[in-house]
């Protein structure tokens, strides 16, 4: 599924260019225009689905695809190797949960402090 209106699904598309991270059939990675840390990229399902709160069952093989692949990624774009390094992953859901586009993403954030910003 695709929503035509959505920035993410145009994004993946190539309507709209990117910083690509990584790309394969179900996942696109690409940097976040605003970042907060030395490392910070979006993972998003190929898949338009507006949130968390949208998940259902079906989609545990591929959040957990999403969650496997993100180590790999995080140290490939510099994050430092756990335990003395790291990184954080954070997915928004809801207007009150800070998300701001509604196609579920994850935030993958780290590198050399002090970034911290919350």
Not at 28 to 55: E, G, N, R, T, Y
């Amino acid at each position: 599924m695709h929503d035509p209106n959505c920035l993410f699904c145009k994004i993946i598309a190539g309507q709209i260019p990117s910083k690509k991270v990584y790309e394969d059939e179900e996942i696109f990675a690409f940097h976040d225009i605003h970042p907060w840390a030395p490392v910070h990229f979006l993972m998003v399902p190929k898949l338009h689905i507006p949130s968390m709160a949208q998940v259902t069952p079906e989609h545990a093989g591929l959040l957990g695809r999403m969650l496997a692949l993100a180590p790999r990624l995080a140290l490939e774009q510099g994050c430092n190797p756990y335990p003395e390094g790291g990184y954080r992953l954070v997915v928004n859901t809801g207007l009150e949960g800070g998300q701001e586009i509604h196609h579920l993403h994850m935030h993958v954030i780290g590198g050399p402090r002090p970034w911290l910003k919350g």
